[in-house]
Each structure stands twice: as structure tokens, then as C-alpha cells.
């Protein structure tokens, strides 16, 4: 064999090699079909999601008169296979004033997900606290400068459990896309941020018990005890959009 064939064949073949990971990320929305998915507790997609335009759009005005009295959760998560060990990654973006979340781990027939599953918050950062009075939900949860958001609750956190690393945070603003991936295994958990991991953390361990403990989850017994749930996302009554959601399993 001549050199150039040669070198054409390791080409090709380390080429190969690198799509071979690509093979098992799982498509849980590309942009054409809701299958999997539905209401937290339900057996449908809830009124105000729809596909638009290949994104999966959440959005007030969707909701047809009709629909007034639906009492269900608006939460939707993905109910065709739970996912213990994953990396997951999304497409986002929310608008001025937006608020929403990633799940995971989710088990139904609570009250909702917020109350067993971990989240990864989704928040207009720069201007939440300045459309929605936050002074009183902070101040009885004892945090400091309560009219603004605190860190627990700003992108990219866990949720009333660990903040996301400021330094690290490169957020687009509202109305522009961002992209999310979590990676979660039993001996760490990253959240990543548009390219960047701004929090880790090893779940169950004496640190996460006691953030768990002491604060707002202390109430729920089985908040974050589920090693394997669905995946979902949080519907907080402001517009939402979701696309190229796909998971990895670990």
C-alpha cells in the first residue's frame, strides 16, 4: 500500500471513530413530534405546548378557551423511560421576565416534580427580580437581600441547593438560545452552561444531605432521593422554548 492511500485509510478510519459516540446520545425531541411526551401526572401533553416552527413552544396564548378549566400539572416531562446514569443536553431560550426548569429523576403521583426532583434552573437573570416581587418567598427563607434573585435561584444552579459558579457563567440574554447539558452519575453531577461546567457536585453525599436538611427541601422527605425518574421541564407561566433535546445514557 502507498503512503497517501495509507494515509487516507487512517483518515477514514479515525473518522469513523469519532462519530461512533454520537450513536448513542437518544433523541427525546427533534423537532417533529411530541411521542414520549406528556403532562407531569397525566396521560397528554397539556393545553399550551406545541410544536412551532420544529421547537417545542410553550405559550399562554396557545391555550384555547376550552381548556380554562384544565386543573392538571402544565409540567411536562418525557414518560417513556426513566434514565438513571445520563448526560443530558438541550436548546433554550425564555423570554424577559421567563422562568423555568430542567428535571430529572422524576417520579410521579406528588403534588408535582418540584417536589422529588433535582433542578436545573432556567431564569431570566438580569431582569426577573425587577417584574416579580420576590421580597416576601425571600425573606421567609432567610435570604439576604431578598428583593433580588439569590444565587441558589439564578441559571444554571441546582435549585435551592448549589449555586452555579458566577465566574464561569457566560448567559445569553433573554430571548436568545442557550444550550444545557447535565451530566449525572452517582459519583458527580456537572451542570454545564453554553459550553462552560459552572457547577459540580456528588450527590448524597454528608454535603448534599445537609444542604437538603436545612433549607427549603427540609419538609419534603423524598426530595432528590430517587436514583432513576423521568426527564422534564417546568412550566412557571411564562413563554418557553425547548428544541434539539437528546440524552446519553451513562
Not at 88 to 93: Q, R, S
Not at 195 to 200: H, R
Request: charged share 25%; hydrophobic share 35%; aromatic share 16%.
Amino acid at each position: 500500500m502507498n503512503h497517501s492511500i495509507f494515509f487516507c485509510s487512517v483518515l477514514i478510519f479515525l473518522s469513523s471513530c469519532n462519530t461512533i459516540p454520537n450513536e448513542n446520545w437518544i433523541n427525546l425531541f427533534d423537532g417533529s413530534s411530541t411521542d414520549g411526551w406528556r403532562a407531569y401526572n397525566g396521560d397528554s401533553m397539556p393545553p399550551g405546548w406545541k410544536i412551532i416552527d420544529h421547537v417545542l413552544t410553550f405559550k399562554t396564548e396557545q391555550i384555547l378557551e376550552e381548556d380554562y378549566d384544565y386543573k392538571g400539572s402544565r409540567d411536562i416531562i418525557y414518560g417513556a423511560e426513566e434514565f438513571d446514569n445520563f448526560e443530558l443536553y438541550v436548546e433554550w431560550k425564555i423570554p424577559v421576565g421567563g422562568n423555568s426548569g430542567i428535571f430529572y429523576h422524576i417520579k410521579e403521583g406528588y403534588g408535582g416534580a418540584p417536589e422529588v426532583s433535582p433542578e436545573y434552573q432556567l431564569i431570566d437573570d438580569e431582569n426577573y427580580a425587577d417584574i416579580h416581587d420576590l421580597t416576601a418567598y425571600n425573606t421567609s427563607v432567610g435570604f439576604e437581600n431578598p428583593s433580588k434573585l439569590h444565587p441558589l435561584q439564578q441559571t444554571a444552579s441546582d435549585y435551592a441547593m448549589y449555586p452555579a459558579d458566577p465566574s464561569m457563567k457566560n448567559l445569553n440574554p433573554a430571548g436568545e438560545w442557550n444550550t444545557s447539558k447535565i451530566k449525572f452519575t452517582e459519583a458527580l453531577v456537572e451542570y454545564w452552561l453554553n459550553g462552560q461546567k459552572v457547577l459540580s457536585f456528588v450527590p448524597w453525599s454528608e454535603e448534599w444531605y445537609e444542604k437538603k436538611n436545612s433549607g427549603k427541601w427540609d419538609g419534603l422527605p423524598d426530595y432528590g432521593k430517587f436514583k432513576s425518574g423521568f426527564i422534564g421541564f417546568q412550566d412557571h407561566g411564562s413563554d418557553l422554548w425547548f428544541r434539539n433535546i437528546k440524552i446519553k445514557k451513562l
